[in-house]
């Protein structure tokens, strides 16, 4: 079994490539201080790409927040709607 795990490796999860990614925000947003966020529309790219391959989806019902609540605190905010699921 491990052979053939060598020639067919297995895919980084979705989860936790986006996992990584919101670490890396999250720490360079921490070193940066108050720096305006410029990586929020890439990020809404990656994301709208991701739910995309399951829900089609307008990307005008996706949004991206950044919110400070003071000095050591900020809150990211994602907001999709969904579309209902035909029967």
Do not use: C, W
């Not at 795990?5 to 979705?14: D, S, Y």
């Amino acid at each position: 079994m491990a052979l053939l795990e060598f020639f067919r490796p297995r895919r980084a999860k979705t989860a936790n490539v986006a996992k990584e990614r919101l670490q890396i925000i999250v720490a360079e947003r921490r070193s940066a201080g108050q720096a305006s966020p410029a990586y929020l529309p890439q990020l809404k790219r990656d994301i709208l790409a991701v739910i995309s391959k399951y829900v089609q989806i307008n990307p005008e019902h996706v949004s991206v927040n950044l919110d400070h609540n003071g000095d050591e605190l900020s809150v990211l905010e994602l907001n999709v709607t969904l579309p209902d699921e035909e029967k």
